[in-house]
């Protein structure tokens, strides 16, 4: 098999793959490095069955390196005694919603950690998402996030933390956790933290998949119909988010005719159940079920948006929503030159993902209001911050626009 090939196998299924592993054997730190030398044998081998299937080649290989792996170590037999004595454990009968990898992100928000912690470690061991662009998401730095994984691997070693199905844990928490964990890693399949492409589409389909396995799993959860249906109306409007070149379409523009309307009804009727409860994905929800029903952007109903926003920010605080509705007020009552001001004061104290979106931001106010120089400036601060290809070259554009 053609290495890169194989790479790239590895690279898209390695969530599911670590997930299955991490369930087997009941270690993370086992199921990483059986998954890395069952990798390297693939490189080697020459069997039909790693052509026809590379994931369940590898995952079948992985599991029975662990086996000996535990075999051979006594401490690990001891701590796996199952493992070391049964090549094939008992396992619990049925997946959380169909889907191991639910299952394992519940057990990776355990309360026992930190909620950045809980958040973090889901992402990368679960969801196989980059240690830097969850330090991006989360507004840290890529070594602080690195040493705060590792941390957590280790004390889950230490106290043999293992899967186990949600219903035996403390559902109400752990499920507000693993809301938050698939919601950001939708994020990160949206728009990517860098590369030439604007963003995963993988990425985001399991993020969808596993929003619908929670929602089954908790289908009176109200936060849980909510995120579903934000995925959902994100998910239809995202094949005009480029044209036909791959360059970016605001929202302003996009051809709204090509918006999956079945994607919009879905997310309609589950928004609908939602916002009785209030919640922060209910109203995100909400927010984003308002810009998908619009007929065009004149159409958009900014107070109703405004509204919901006010209410997001009541109930979660955080600088995205706080910067969100900075912009959707300065379509209505705030105007964009009040809400430079307020930007001004917001902006220091931004970090990471929204301190860069807070950039674009503020060249936008000052393109509406016709401070073309400084808005130039601005487009141009934007773009040698950015290293997502795509967005990168909308900024460029901007400046083009602008004289440049």
């Known amino acids: 098999m053609v290495v890169g090939t194989l790479e790239q196998a590895f690279r898209r299924e390695w969530p599911r793959m670590l997930a299955t592993l991490i369930k087997y054997t009941g270690s993370i730190e086992l199921a990483e490095d059986s998954l890395q030398e069952a990798l390297l044998r693939a490189s080697d081998a020459r069997d039909r069955a790693l052509l026809i299937n590379p994931a369940a080649w590898i995952t079948t290989v992985a599991k029975r390196i662990a086996i000996d792996t535990v075999r051979r170590d006594a401490a690990l037999r001891r701590k796996l005694p199952l493992l070391a004595e049964d090549p094939q454990p008992a396992l619990p009968d049925e997946s959380p919603g169909g889907d191991d990898r639910l299952g394992l992100l519940f057990v990776a ?95 985001a389909a399991t993020a969808i998949e596993l929003a619908r396995a929670l929602h089954s799993l908790r289908p009176d959860d109200r936060e849980a119909s909510g995120l579903l249906a934000l995925l959902l109306f994100t998910d239809a409007r995202a094949s005009t988010r480029t044209d036909a070149a791959g360059a970016i379409v605001t929202l302003e523009d996009a051809p709204r005719a090509s918006w999956d309307l079945a994607l919009i ?140």
Request: hydrophobic share 40%; charged share 25%.
């Open 109 to 203: 928000c355990n309360p026992e950690l930190s909620t950045e912690t809980r958040l973090a470690l889901a992402l990368r061991f679960v969801c196989g998402v980059p240690t830097i662009e969850i330090a991006d998401a989360m507004l840290s730095s890529p070594s602080a996030m690195g040493a705060r994984l590792s941390r957590a691997k280790r004390q889950i070693e230490r106290e043999g933390i293992r899967f186990s199905p949600p219903d035996e844990l403390d559902g109400g928490t752990r499920t507000e956790d693993v809301l938050a964990t698939v919601h950001l890693l939708y994020t990160v399949g949206h728009t990517a933290f860098e590369g030439e492409q604007l963003g995963s589409r993988s990425v």
């Open 265 to 404: 009804e879905e997310g309609l009727s589950l928004a609908a159940e939602a916002l009785g409860g209030g919640g922060r994905f209910a109203l995100e929800a909400g927010i984003s079920g308002l810009h998908s029903t619009a007929r065009d952007w004149a159409s958009t109903d900014w107070s109703a948006i405004c509204l919901l926003y006010d209410r997001l920010v009541e109930s979660w605080p955080s600088p995205s929503a706080i910067l969100a509705r900075l912009v959707a007020r300065s379509f209505v009552n705030l105007g964009p030159r009040a809400a430079l001001d307020e930007l001004d004061e917001l902006e220091p104290t931004l970090t990471g993902a929204t301190a860069r979106q807070a950039v674009a931001v503020r060249a936008d106010l000052l393109r509406r209001l016709g401070r073309i120089q400084e808005a130039r400036d601005a487009y141009i601060s934007a773009r040698s911050h950015e290293r997502n290809g795509p967005v990168r070259d909308y900024f460029g554009r901007r400046v083009d626009e602008l004289g440049g």
